[in-house]
């Protein structure tokens, strides 16, 4: 049996510089060319969205973000793996929702269904309900915030009992749950924000009806495509990086990697790593480089398996209890430390490794383009962790 190809952490940190546009001379012109690159950028913190293609830009900042957004909706806000909120390309929406979102979106309907016939409200009320909101967004003259849609469709105001006998017992406005279904459906989308680009806060408008359900074929050949799409970005990566990344099961990780003809290789220690065909070759090392990527930042969160550029030693600085990562300072493919906003807009850095003067003046010089960013906005991470708060108290 022949040998394995074998990949060392150098070659993958050389792939992530140069993929994710991290690397000097492969930041892009515009925003859509970022996230098609990356995938999926976490978008359950707004500002990640907008730091984490700015960081990849040629002339960093945020219109042409909002630009992509708003105005010509080449970037949607769309639920995928893992339930969680991500911007991805819009051509990359179907793909996303036979792969994934589907299947979720079945399983919240009928817990939805189930927790609104517990308060009284039969699937027919619930369908009456979801019509009505579709109404009120397709007459108005302009998108609608979550308390606009209330008044227009007051049913939404109503609350139900959640979780009745239980520890986490509660109140749920109606809106709460049925918005964001409709929401994963994709029959009503998130637009701009109420205030700047940092608020969750989002509009609403009307979206198409929502897709039916996929087949067992096609909801087999979207995870292909999508597991190549992560792979081309991310790989080589091991099989769990995969699972963790979309939330699949073991057994359709295995049929999309089979799928997309993915070549086992060998990754630095021993490990199993995946890769597609045509990208068993060596890529040129990058120039040094630096970044600082904002909390949730895709090239940080794409895989389970972080040591290769996250030094054990620092995790309990840089991660939060559910593993999320914070604010991250980069130098050639590495973290060496984390960085945050304090409330008069400085941006401060604290190094948990000393990567010598070349790389602090380059990382200095990072964080001045990302104060010029942040302009009058602040910017806290929704998911904080031991190392952000230590900077900002």
Partial sequence: MPARPQFDDDQRRARLARRHRLAPGTRADRAEQVVDDLVAVHATDPATVFLAVSARLATPGIADTERALYQDRTVLRHHGMRS??????????????????AKVVARERARLLKDFAASG?????????????????T???SELTG???????????ETIEYGAGTSY???????????????????IV???????????????APGPEAPAAPSAAERAAAQVELARRWLASHGPAAEDDLVWWTGWGVR??????????????ELAGGAAGFVLPADLEPVPEPAPWAALLPALDPTAMSVKHRDWYLSPVHRPELVDRSGNLGPT??????VVGGWAQRPDGEVVLDLLDDPGREARAAISAEAAALRAVLGDARVTPRFRTPLERRLTS
């Fill in 139 to 141: 007459d108005a003259p």
């Fill in 169 to 187: 017992q509660a109140e749920q406005p109606v809106g709460m749950r049925l918005l964001r279904l409709l929401g994963m459906e994709g029959s």
């Fill in 252 to 265: 359709e990780v295995r049929a999309a990697l089979a799928g997309c003809a993915a070549v086992e290789v």
């Fill in 147 to 157: 308390t606009q849609l209330s008044e227009a469709v007051p049913q939404l105001r």
């Fill in 84 to 101: 969680t909120l991500f911007a991805i390309p819009a051509a990359l929406a179907p793909t996303v929702y036979a792969s994934t979102t």
């Fill in 121 to 137: 409200r039969d699937a027919a009320w619930t369908a009456g309900v979801e019509a009505a909101v579709r109404a009120a967004l």
């Fill in 329 to 334: 300072v980069w130098w050639n493919g590495r």
């Fill in 190 to 204: 998130r637009r701009r924000p109420q205030g700047s680009w940092t608020s969750s806060r989002h509009r609403w």
